[in-house]
């Protein structure tokens, strides 16, 4: 039986305002809906961590990258439009595991 792909996402905020805690809480709606648990979703606060915004290579904050499985891809927003999340960061939704 083949596992599921994990994916590595970074979502690169600043501070806990509203539009950070939006975003961040649209990124993990999404993932529930469409990867059911098969994600590695991390928030990045860049004011408390400032070096890993030139390491990751983001240059706004509401940034959420996909670092693995394959080369980084990004989108920049508040990650309200569902169907622009799953397509522009190339997110299939998750197979369904088979038990057979």
């Not at 501070?15 to 805690?21: A, D, E």
């Not at 990258?65 to 439009?81: H, Q, T, V, Y």
């Amino acid at each position: 039986m083949n596992s599921p792909e994990i994916i590595e996402l970074r979502l690169h905020v600043a501070g806990q305002g509203t539009i950070s805690l939006a975003a961040f809480a649209n990124l993990k709606r999404i993932c529930a809906t469409h990867r059911a648990g098969q994600d590695q979703t991390e928030g990045i606060d860049l004011r408390k961590m400032p070096a890993l915004a030139a390491a990751d290579q983001s240059l706004v904050v509401h940034t959420l990258a996909r670092w693995l499985p394959e080369a980084s891809k990004k989108i920049i927003g508040g990650l309200c439009n569902e169907e622009r999340v799953l397509g522009g960061l190339d997110l299939q939704p998750a197979k369904p595991v088979s038990l057979s």
